[in-house]
């Protein structure tokens, strides 16, 4: 993907849903809202200090992906801290890092104990700081913040409008599906979070959809993909190829 490209096309003050994402969602049975809401509450502060691969590393890994690949660097937000903040801030994450690399707790555990810790440095950081906790996608539809996200946001400077922008870009099913099958696959922790998602976890697919003949249709025609154009073997062309086969797929069964 071009980097420069997107960044211009990433919207600061409201969110845009790319045609592929919206897409990627429809036919994987879960609404757009849902997808982001079940992301953010995965992203967990203390994930940073270790690696379980589970969904909540995913999602946490994703910000440090998207902030590389979309340059998304910048100054902490003003604050008004005392030094004294900033010196009880540097004890809130040796704590942090402390519990996170302490074996005698699972994972799990780490980051149930860790919400305290998270919620202090939260308040510490955000005096000051004009930092809302709901992103509307629409009239009807919004998105929750949690605290590891906005303390991530405060400490970057990255909004998360940003975020949640850079995210959609990163969920392409033609691209996804052209370089799995010629084996060309580059590691994507959003999409990695979207593939599980799709598998089922977060329990957010529509159970009617799933049973329908619109999505047994879809599956196999999925599956045949490989075999159907197995010739196209320049990544570009399995890629246009893709998207072709998706945009009639989508039109001849009216999704």
Request: net charge neutral.
């Amino acid at each position: 993907m071009n980097n420069k490209r997107m960044k211009r096309e990433l919207e600061m003050d409201h969110l845009v849903v790319p045609n592929k994402f919206k897409v990627g969602c429809k036919v994987a049975g879960f609404q757009v809202h849902e997808f982001l809401q079940l992301f953010v509450d995965h992203y967990s502060l203390i994930d940073n200090h270790f690696d379980d691969k589970s969904a909540f590393s995913l999602a946490t890994k994703s910000f440090y992906f998207i902030r590389e690949e979309f340059g998304l660097e910048g100054e902490t937000m003003p604050n008004t801290m005392t030094r004294q903040d900033k010196d009880k801030g540097v004890g809130f994450v040796r704590r942090m890092v402390k519990l996170a690399t302490n074996r005698n707790y699972s994972f799990s555990q780490r980051r149930n104990k860790s919400k305290v810790l998270t919620g202090q440095l939260f308040e510490l950081f955000s005096k000051g700081v004009e930092l809302k906790d709901t992103v509307y996608l629409d009239e009807f539809n919004f998105i929750k913040l949690n605290k590891d996200i906005r303390f991530q946001c405060i400490l970057t400077g990255a909004s998360p409008v940003e975020l949640l922008n850079a995210i959609m870009q990163y969920v392409d099913m033609p691209n996804h599906l052209a370089r799995f099958h010629l084996e060309k696959f580059i590691f994507n922790p959003v999409l990695g979070f979207f593939i599980r998602v799709m598998d089922g976890y977060g329990n957010i697919r529509d159970s009617d959809y799933l049973d329908s003949e619109e999505y047994a249709e879809f599956i196999w025609s999925l599956q045949e993909l490989p075999k159907q154009f197995y010739f196209y073997r320049n990544l570009e062309d399995r890629i246009e190829i893709y998207q072709e086969w998706l945009g009639k797929f989508l039109e001849e069964n009216r999704f």
